[in-house]
């Protein structure tokens, strides 16, 4: 069975349109923004669902909420930055009649301004994920120009020993200097081993019951 002509006939405008290399510009834009929002839905949900009920305190309800809500957030924020991102690309090379590497740098920086600038936890995540493959980037990046000789041998153990060794440093003698999620990852880690009552703590649960 085929669609109703009224529908065909609205699907072949849209894609007409969608084709149009006129348009691509703007509508590189909209699908930006969509392609924002679902990645970063796909992204968070079930990174805060693993979180929220391994570390959180508080009723199923309460749960749920903040797991909406931080998938909400960060949906919401990458959807907006993509937008913001490719529409200030596409209007600087408009303006300037071609494409120059600065209007990558410039559009980013007014993005992650407004949209990740305010200091919550969710931007917090995200900039700090970022800077870890800046410096990764920069690094192989100054290989390849020459700025830094090509290491004789791999550098990787290094960097391993003086990242584990700093981490926890600070936590166990600057903890309030981490992000909270970090936090509760390692005190699970590192100070709640250090505790348990009988078997079923020791063991099958991380804490015993406060009944026990």
């Known amino acids: 069975m085929g669609l109703p ?22 509508l590189a834009v909209l699908k930006g923004f969509r392609n924002g929002a679902v990645y970063g839905a796909k992204i968070r949900a079930p990174h805060a669902l693993v979180m929220t009920f391994l570390f959180r305190s508080g009723s199923l309800k309460e749960k749920l909420k903040a797991i909406f809500q931080a998938t ?7 959807a907006y930055f993509v937008f913001t991102y490719k529409g200030l690309c596409a209007l600087q090379s408009h303006v300037q009649g071609q494409t120059f590497q600065f209007h990558s740098f410039l559009a980013a920086c007014i993005g992650g301004w407004l949209i990740f600038g305010e200091n919550n936890n969710i931007n917090s995540q995200i900039n700090m994920y970022l800077l870890s493959r800046i410096l990764f980037g920069l690094a192989r990046l100054a290989v390849e120009k020459g700025v830094i000789p090509e290491p004789k041998q791999d550098p990787f153990p290094l960097f391993s020993a003086i990242i584990w060794g700093l981490i926890l440093w600070l936590f166990q003698y600057h903890r309030h200097t981490l992000q909270p999620s970090l936090q509760s990852s390692m005190t699970y880690l590192y100070d709640d081993s250090n505790v ?11 804490k015993s019951s406060p009944g026990k």
Not at 5 to 26: F, I, S
Not at 196 to 206: K, V
């Open 72 to 78: 909400y957030t960060h949906s919401r924020n990458l």
């Open 5 to 26: 002509p009224q529908l065909e006939n609205l699907l072949y405008t849209v894609n007409t349109l969608l084709r149009k290399r006129r348009y691509h510009a703007a």
């Open 196 to 206: 348990w009552h009988d078997i079923s703590d020791f063991l099958i649960y991380n």
